[in-house]
DNA sequence: GACTCCATTGCACACGTGTGCATAACGATA
DNA sequence: TATCGTTATGCACACGTGTGCAATGGAGTC
């Protein structure tokens, strides 16, 4: 059995009220009987039992994290931020994710009900409108990260997945290429709708209009997506000399689907990423990409939400807020000046 | 406020441990009356406080995963494998990151002993023996996974990493490779000291002695440690004609630094990783790499713990246990014979 | 010496849940 | 009718901590 408060006042002969103070830092207790007890405390080994506290505080110090997958670079970047501040400010976090998995999504949100979490930071762009409701409805204190529904939640952190887009675009624009493609993630919602709207936006700027069959949605981000793409992009008529993936994982897929048919990258097609995970470096050709700035994305997630914890005492007149952070385009090298002519035919032969 | 039982046994006319038992399934209550309760109690949005439960029944329901970066492939395929086994069962993880940081492990095994966690993994290969002392010291059932100091711990999954090397190093071998290097990771302990164990044991029983400077450590795991690898052995008087790279992130580090100064792989040197992380298989070339069950290993790592906590009234007795798990070889494209005495010229022009 | 004031400590209750024991109701049996 | 057994429910306490309020005691003041 763990040593108690109790047994702390039993050994050095006060009251368990007198402990309590004194290992709260209350100035009442004097400094000798704070010392003697402090000293006791080490010496027992003794752990304030959370369970006991959250019950008569009403707090947990506890955040919960909702995510889709921990195995995937992008979230788990968010995660390592989150954490970071999370423990600096005394707080520990309830990690799961939901794997796609509505069944899943329930258990995950009854147990952070259930354990009286401080605040949910959801980073799960898919996460039910049903299950978010249920926590609002309990006055959880709730941070979402690019979720697809914004309007539903008052506290969000998001990347400005237009503007990032729109770089990406400039960028391959100014290297000359006209036959642009967009390759989605249609199970990612506004995310994907964002960026596709960036680059359509860049393109009719410069006057482009691009095929229909350039804009290419899979229901899926990982990297064997991308890959399955590369035939359907070089199966085309006449195929796009650039492709800006949704994101990384499938850019490097992508990568290897046209390498895999013989095609070079970048002097025959351009390739570009998003969200620079941390091999995106390290592929070859190394990936042209946009830097989301994952860590701070989750610093700031975790520090709205203790914002939102500290001033808790004017809970409903708090103004929504929603905070947009911007990427910045990292040129390497999976995109150049697209082919000359005859090297576009060398591509069908 | 949350409701309480209280409340549901005030509006239902019962008392407030007749709610409790007709929501805990205890078949002393009427079925009549137990049905009421729980129809009261879903209408009123009633969920259970784990606080009190846990303060009450002393069992959290929680179990504690510690490892040194979420950031980082292999361990989130593992945790991934925990938490689904987790959820499965009923538990709920509270999931922290140490970072190499000694203050911050410290402040992790505090906030787990102060939340009562019913059992903690450790999937931290260099976390400390002080604070595994402590966990140990107050009866924290533990599963260590992978650790380096396996005596120290009663309950522990391993990777046969001694047998994966040598599956490695015998493939190099079967390919005519007689120049072989390995690069460690100094932090990651016995884990690098096994691997190369392996390699040594199956480079002598082939009648090779590897040069002293064929052996080179890294003191981390991540790309940048291989890439920068890449100059050391291109510089030594003899280069290697294959390097076994501890894991899979170092060796696409490395396979971006030969191919950054020129060299070809596997032409010129054939580069193995070790883990399979997800992206490992559309590298270019694909890695040939080790093959660990990171789910499996994860899932086998939470059921022991569940085992053990189903037990736990025998505790002193249960005998210590150790789980091997071993890897499968994937050859894929980074190996190959090695190249003729002339190519090997060419390697120093 | 009586009084006030302040510093220090203890008493008692509360938080929400689980559970051993007593109690109540009721039918069956003698 | 008295007794017993069974079934269903309530009472009261416990878990470990925090806190408002009362109590104690000593020093200082008139």
């Known amino acids: 059995m763990a040593t108690t408060i109790k047994d702390i006042a039993k050994k050095t002969g006060v009251s368990h009220s007198t402990v309590s103070r004194a290992l709260s830092g209350n100035s009442l207790i004097s400094s000798v009987t704070s010392e003697r007890i402090r000293k006791a405390a080490i010496e027992m080994g003794y752990q ?82 049903e299950q978010g409701r249920q926590l609002l409805r309990n006055q959880f204190p709730i941070v979402v990260i690019n979720h697809q529904a914004s309007q539903n939640f008052h506290y969000s952190i998001y990347h400005d997945d237009f503007d990032g887009s729109q770089q990406i675009a400039r960028h391959l624009i100014a290297l000359g290429h006209c036959k642009i493609a967009y390759l989605g993630n249609s199970l990612s919602g506004r995310t994907t709708i964002e960026r596709f ?86 592929t070859n050709p190394a990936l042209t990409t946009l830097d989301q700035p994952k860590r701070s994305i989750g610093r700031e997630a975790m520090q709205l939400l203790l914002d939102l914890l500290g001033n808790n005492e004017n809970n409903g007149i708090f103004e ?28 069908h032969e």
């Open 48 to 129: 304030a039992s959370a369970a006991a506290r959250s019950l008569k505080t009403n707090r947990s110090n506890v955040i919960g994290v909702i995510l889709n997958s921990m195995d995937d670079p992008f979230f788990s970047g968010i995660v390592d931020g989150i954490d970071a501040c999370a423990q600096e400010a005394g707080y520990s976090l309830f990690i799961a994710a939901s794997q796609y998995d509505l069944k899943r999504e329930k258990n995950i949100v009854k147990s952070m009900m259930e354990h009286r979490t401080d605040g949910v930071i959801i980073c799960s762009s898919s996460f039910s409108a």
């Open 197 to 282: 709207n960036g680059y359509e936006t860049i393109l009719k700027s410069a006057g482009i209009t691009p095929l229909p069959e350039y804009v290419h949605q899979q229901s899926g981000g990982y990297a064997a997506n991308g890959y399955s793409s590369a035939e359907y992009y070089l199966n085309l008529p006449m195929p796009p000399t650039a492709i800006m993936c949704f994101n990384d994982l499938m850019a490097i897929g992508m990568l290897k689907g046209l390498q895999d048919a013989g095609v070079q990258v970048p002097t025959q097609v351009s390739v570009t990423g998003f969200d620079n995970i941390p091999l995106s470096e390290y």
């Open 320 to 347: 929504p807020k929603k905070k947009v952070l911007k990427g910045t385009l990292l040129i390497r090298q999976s995109s150049s000046v697209p082919p000359t002519p005859n090297h576009r035919q060398n591509l």
